[in-house]
């Protein structure tokens, strides 16, 4: 019996009192949520809480449990709202998360605090606001220095992703090199995908950055290691994101036809998981693909729909790089006018976002 499973009997138990309940609740939710499930997280917390904006419920329950409670529907507010591109749930999710976490602070929980202070560092990733990341999880850091625990882990994890979005290549292999000997302690299967991912990434950038084949090779052997950690921990949603860092990967070795057959898994399985707005990241890779085949009508109209998608919500810094795929798309097409446009509009998103690479 999964724990998953064990979880959802616990909760039909006729002796828990409402908060033990709600607790439970929380757990299953982070289960689901760790899983990528994020429609059955958010129906795990019942009426706790049920959607985006809505203030959860915490009447009957001790603070223990409204931090728990707010923590999850913050956590989700973010994730569910990435995945569907709603404007301003980024904003949501902080607010809650912050809450939680002052909770925590109160009841001296140093591990719930850190924990709440990492999945606001992702809101604020989301954002593009990569300073505040930083900034934040530098904080988490310095509280858990003489500590080895999966929150450490996670923060550095994070910390590895925005020194990545800051541009900073080798300073983030260096923290993803540090937080080696905790990620394999974790007996959390998604967030050693989620490292094994990210150090392909860092080694992708390096890659093409000092032209060295040897880090590229690396990297594809990072990916099947993250492909292998997502399979075991249900994790769909992660799969998707392989498979399309690896089409973007082979693109850029010039094995055009692989990253086609990798592209269309990982646009599948987003579809798959009305998960839009990686689908249209996944949009705009396959349109770079294009680009770099001279297919430029058929980039221009893929990278015009990735834009669209992703105009609706928040995440700046994953709109300011299909903003630049379209202007080169445009360009392309001798749109030179409109191209102008689009690639001004995607220095200025790139910049308040934070992201000195596609502002740079």
Not at 322 to 327: C, D, E, F, I, R
């Amino acid at each position: 019996m999964s724990l998953a499973s064990q979880l959802l009997r616990q909760i039909d138990s006729s002796t828990l009192d409402y908060a033990e309940r709600a607790l439970l609740r929380c757990q299953l939710a982070k289960e689901l949520e760790d899983a990528g499930n994020y429609e059955a997280a958010r129906a795990a917390m019942g009426e706790l809480w049920q959607r985006i904006g809505e203030r959860p419920q915490l009447d009957r329950l001790d603070q223990r449990a409204a931090a728990e409670v707010l923590l999850r529907a913050g956590s989700l507010s973010g994730w569910i709202g990435s995945a569907n591109q709603l404007e301003g749930a980024q904003e949501i999710a902080k607010d809650l998360i912050t809450e939680s976490a002052t909770i925590f602070e109160a009841l001296q929980e140093t591990e719930k605090v850190a924990e709440a202070h990492v999945d606001l560092s992702i809101c604020y990733w989301r954002e593009g606001a990569f300073d505040e990341a930083r900034v934040t999880l530098q904080q988490v850091l310095s509280r858990l220095a003489d500590k080895d625990s999966e929150q450490k882990a996670r923060a550095l994890l994070n910390s590895g992703i925005v020194e990545m979005h800051l541009g900073r290549f080798n300073d983030a292999l260096h923290i993803l090199t540090i937080a080696v000997p905790l990620l394999e302690k974790s007996q959390s299967h998604a967030t050693k995908g989620r490292f094994h991912i990210q150090m392909a990434l860092v080694l992708k950038k390096l890659g093409v950055a000092e032209q060295r084949e040897d880090y590229t090779d690396r990297a594809l052997i990072e990916y099947e290691a993250a492909s292998y950690h997502f399979e075991q921990a249900g994790h769909t949603r992660y799969r998707a994101r392989v498979e399309n860092n690896i089409g973007s990967l082979l693109f850029i070795t010039g094995k055009f036809i692989e990253a086609h057959e990798h592209l269309d898994r990982a646009h599948l399985l987003f579809t798959s998981l009305k998960d839009n707005g990686s689908a249209a990241q996944v949009d705009d890779t396959r349109a770079r693909v294009l680009l770099a085949q001279k297919r430029n009508s058929e980039a221009e109209k893929i990278s015009r729909s990735a834009v669209r998608t992703l105009d609706k919500g928040d995440e700046q810094s994953v709109l300011a790089e299909a903003l630049t795929t379209h202007g080169v798309a445009l360009a392309r097409l001798g749109r030179y006018e409109e191209s102008r446009l689009t690639l001004e509009r995607a220095m200025e998103t790139a910049s308040q976002a934070g992201d000195n690479e596609g502002a740079g």
